[in-house]
């Protein structure tokens, strides 16, 4: 069973930076391709950012480009989303997602994390 975990989700000042990580077991990491989604109250989750199976390969939404850099270590099992010049508007649950190609789109994605808040202060 595929299992992805999250953490580093926190409150934060408007300008500030947060690294999330989500470790994944129950299936070759290196076979995965990755996404990072978010989804803000009363809106539906959308992409973030993905990332290829030996991250040669990176995409990102219009809205964070410049300013969030998703990354893996396969050794670790484990993806990162670094979050920088952090923007109340970006305050969501964020979710990683494991799936076989990486895309946009939700339904690409067959394994996901439970999720960790995001919050930026103004």
């Known amino acids: 069973q595929v299992q992805l975990v999250e953490s580093g989700g926190g409150l934060v000042?408007?300008?500030?930076?947060?690294?999330?990580s989500c470790?994944?077991?129950?299936?070759?990491?290196?076979?995965?391709a990755m996404g990072w989604?978010?989804?803000?109250?009363?809106?539906?989750?959308?992409?973030?950012?993905a990332i290829s199976w030996t991250g040669a390969n990176t995409y990102y939404a219009d809205s964070v480009k410049g300013r969030?850099?998703?990354?893996?270590d396969n050794a670790k099992n484990t993806v990162y989303l670094q979050m920088n010049s952090l923007r109340p508007e970006v305050t969501a649950v964020y979710y990683c997602a494991?799936?076989?190609?990486p895309r946009r789109d939700l339904e690409s994605y067959d394994y996901w994390g439970?999720?960790?808040q995001v919050t930026v202060s103004s």
């Open 98 to 101: 494991a799936g076989n190609w």
């Open 114 to 116: 439970q999720g960790t």
């Open 13 to 20: 000042q408007a300008g500030g930076s947060l690294r999330l």
């Open 37 to 49: 989604f978010r989804q803000a109250p009363g809106k539906e989750r959308e992409f973030v950012a």
């Open 23 to 32: 470790v994944v077991s129950g299936r070759t990491f290196s076979s995965l």
């Open 68 to 72: 969030f850099t998703i990354s893996r």
